[in-house]
């Protein structure tokens, strides 16, 4: 448990005035970089703060109102999952206004948080009421990462490397063996995931649409000869414009839709990349019996594109 004291200055009134009407607060946890106030992973309202009528120096403004303080304490639960956090001081209500942020707050897995740490995501990840899996990803490139910065996510100082401090292979051990198993399966989920939702990224399939879509002025010719000149050659051109054009809801729907893919190809890059440069989880998922996540996660990775920022088919690359 974490109790987040907090304070503000207030304007309340005249001197003689009593202290109501100051605004309320709320406290949020968040991500450290999070772009949006609305994007908390928890936030609580203050429900009461004391107040001192003590003005500091020069609280006093030219109009005679004064600056109390507002003091209160919020009860948290600790994060539980690896990363960096700060508590942000905010008004409650949407479009949050932050009047205060706190010093960062870093979460770590050790050895013997690791099992627990891979399972929670495991869940996450084959969840099929959850339609976006880039948290729990992101997550498992923060748990998988061995002290680098992962690609794309906000990094805490991670401490000593969980995977290097697991049991030897040779000892047989069943908490290693978990590990593997766990690790193996988020692998599999992940590009699994990947392969039936959003392969091809955005910029793929736009590539593969121009491929079959385009033609060339040798094929108009040949066109226009078949069907006796020039004009035919304009009425496809013609018919290709008449096609059904897009709503302003279609369009919103795809460009969601590509937003998500985007999402999806960066998260699962990030984590695929932090289990292949931490030698110790890549040799932990390379041991796993009857398994072909490893070589699946190298084949992968070698179609990213960092230009574009997806992972392509085979027949695109």
Not at 78 to 101: H, I, K, N, W
Not at 114 to 124: I, M, N, T, V
Request: aromatic share 4%; glycine share 8%.
């Amino acid at each position: 448990r974490v109790d987040v004291d907090w304070e503000r200055l207030v304007d309340v009134g005249d001197h003689d005035g009593p202290p109501g009407g100051a605004p309320k607060v709320a406290v949020g946890l968040y991500r450290l970089g999070a772009p949006s106030n609305d994007a908390a992973v928890v936030v609580k309202q203050a429900q009461r703060a004391t107040t001192s009528r003590t003005a500091p120096r020069g609280a006093t403004t030219t109009n005679g109102r004064v600056v109390v303080v507002m003091r209160g304490r919020v009860p948290f639960f600790a994060p539980r999952s690896a990363g960096s956090f700060v508590f942000r001081l905010v008004d409650p209500q949407p479009g949050r206004e932050v009047y205060a942020t706190s010093p960062v707050v870093d979460v770590v897995v050790g050895a013997e948080d690791l099992a627990d740490a891979l399972e929670q995501s495991l869940e996450h990840l084959v969840d099929a009421h959850r339609a976006s899996k880039a948290g729990a990803l992101t997550q498992l490139a923060l748990v998988c990462d061995a002290g680098a910065a992962v690609p794309g996510v906000v990094a805490p100082d991670l401490g000593p490397n969980a995977f290097a401090a697991l049991p030897n292979a040779t000892a047989g051990n069943p908490y290693r063996d978990r590990c593997a198993a766990a690790l193996t399966a988020c692998v599999d989920a992940a590009l699994d995931a990947l392969e039936t939702h959003h392969v091809p990224g955005p910029s793929a399939a736009a590539a593969l649409a121009r491929a079959t879509t385009t033609t060339t002025k040798d094929d108009e010719h040949s066109k226009a000869a078949e069907g006796g000149g020039g004009p035919c050659a304009l009425q496809v051109d013609d018919a290709d414009s008449k096609k059904p054009q897009l709503t302003v809801k279609e369009m919103k729907a795809r460009a969601a839709e590509a937003r998500r893919a985007r999402e999806a190809h960066g998260a699962t890059h990030a984590f695929l990349a932090a289990v292949l440069g931490n030698a110790p989880a890549a040799r932990l998922l390379a041991e796993a019996p009857g398994s072909s996540a490893f070589d699946r996660a190298r084949e992968a990775l070698a179609r990213w594109c960092a230009a574009t920022e997806e992972f392509w088919p085979d027949a695109a690359a």
